[in-house]
């Protein structure tokens, strides 16, 4: 009776000790494959960069900053602003002359088919390429049709990411809300 029940509670504390040994090899590889995979759209939105060191910056001096790459021809930018469902993230290129080399929306949850659009549309992506911060909805960028507030927020972050370079004022509410 005795060896019933020692069986089963051995093999479960035998399975325990191999799963737990599982995860504590494989746990690096997540965050390794993590790495290389940001490292690649990196290296995509600052061409002719290949290495990218996280850098400090001030937080408090452009709140939509959230991390810093330093590369050889520029910086690559986390970047957020508010958008019509919430934050909507964007990692942006920009050289050292202050211009954006390429961008990618990281996370958004605005309405899927109207400010979601903006995670895919390449035309809508591209009006931002080569600007210099003074990007702006109804003017320089064509909104996404029915996401103005998202389209807004995109342009936010863009422009706070080349005011991150160049040290421009990011204090104009020229792309809140209403502006």
Do not use: C, H
């Not at 494989?26 to 995979?37: C, D, M, R, W, Y």
């Not at 160049?166 to 204090?171: I, P, Y």
């Amino acid at each position: 009776m005795k060896s019933k029940i020692v069986t089963p509670i051995l093999t479960i504390v035998i399975a325990a000790v191999v799963l737990l040994g599982g995860k504590a090899a494989l746990s690096g590889t997540a965050e390794k494959n993590l790495g290389i995979a940001r490292n690649k759209m990196m290296t995509a939105i600052l061409p002719g960069s290949t290495s990218f060191a996280p850098e400090e910056f001030d937080a408090a001096g452009n709140p939509a900053i959230k991390s810093v790459y330093k590369a050889e021809n520029g910086f690559v930018i986390e970047s957020t602003a508010y958008g019509y469902n919430g934050d909507v993230t964007l990692m942006v290129g920009v050289s050292n002359e202050g211009k954006v080399t390429g961008l990618v929306v990281e996370d958004m949850q605005e309405t899927r088919g109207l400010g979601a659009e903006a995670l895919t549309d390449v035309t809508f992506l591209a009006q931002f390429l080569l600007t210099g911060g003074d990007a702006e909805v109804g003017s320089s960028v064509d909104a996404l049709t029915g996401a103005t507030v998202s389209s807004k927020a995109v342009t936010k972050a863009v422009n706070s990411a080349v005011a991150y370079v160049t040290g421009a004022d990011t204090s104009s509410s020229a792309t809140e809300w209403g502006g």
